[in-house]
Antibody, heavy 117, light 106 residues
Framework: QLQLQESGPGLVKPSETLALTCTVS??????????WGWVRQSPGKGLEWIGS???????YYNPSLKSRVTISVDASKNQFSLRLTSVTAADTAVYFC?????????WGQGTLVTVSS | EIVMTQSPATLSVSPGERVTLSCRAS??????LGWYQQKPGQAPRLLIY???TRATGVPARFSGSGSGTYFTLTITSLQSEDFAVYYC?????????FGGGTKVEI
């Protein structure tokens, strides 16, 4: 059974870089046909797609975040990562990693990242 | 960017009732539409994909319909565990976009 687990700092200072990793177990990140990505949810708000990376390495980003976001894959570790630069309080959210087949079938449990000095 | 609009924002219902949630897309997404259920403190759970196909393990009381720009999620005979927030999402075009959610409450 495929499982995803987010990890990374729970507190990031304003203007710094948020960096999260998603570890994939129960399946290979190199399997064809899947998109690996990130979705966030600000406290009390709805879901916002951040971006996705295809198994081939092609990336897709939310235009509203594109200038600050990088998603990458480390196949040797069966992990993928999110980097979000120049964070502000508005980036405080629960960050979910996810695998998309057509719709998003598999989600991590989510990790809260707070941006505060 | 395709804008997804859900209505109503909140739905107050009683157990056993039938409920219908609506989702409208700003342009056609064909049937590239998913519905998710989210309970407090949990990750979203996929209920429906392809506008009308139930995901694995989803009870038959959940059904989806629609195509193009208008979609509905129907829950027949609402159970206590169904009280949650429901989101629609289009995956027809990048960027992926979610609706604002409908909260189903007692």
């Amino acid at each position: 059974q495929l499982q995803l687990q987010e990890s990374g700092p729970g507190l990031v200072k304003p203007s710094e870089t948020l960096a999260l990793t998603c570890t994939v177990s129960g399946g290979s990140i190199s399997s064809s046909g899947y998109y690996w990505g990130w979705v966030r949810q600000s406290p009390g708000k709805g879901l916002e797609w951040i971006g996705s990376i295809y198994y081939s390495g092609t990336t897709y980003y939310n235009p509203s975040l594109k200038s600050r976001v990088t998603i990458s894959v480390d196949a040797s570790k069966n992990q993928f990562s999110l980097r979000l630069t120049s964070v502000t309080a508005a980036d405080t959210a629960v960050y979910f990693c996810a695998r998309r087949d057509s719709a998003i079938v598999t989600w991590g449990q989510g990790t809260l990242v707070t941006v505060s000095s | 960017e395709i804008v997804m609009t859900q209505s109503p924002a909140t739905l107050s219902v009683s157990p056993g009732e039938r409920v219908t949630l609506s989702c409208r897309a700003s342009q056609s997404v064909s049937v590239s539409l998913g519905w998710y259920q989210q309970k407090p403190g949990q990750a979203p759970r996929l209920l429906i994909y392809g506008a009308s196909t139930r995901a694995t393990g989803v009870p038959a009381r959940f059904s989806g319909s629609g195509s193009g720009t208008y979609f509905t999620l129907t829950i027949t005979s609402l159970q206590s565990e169904d009280f949650a927030v429901y989101y629609c999402q289009q995956y027809h075009n990048w960027p992926l976009t979610f609706g604002g959610g409908t909260k189903v409450e007692i």
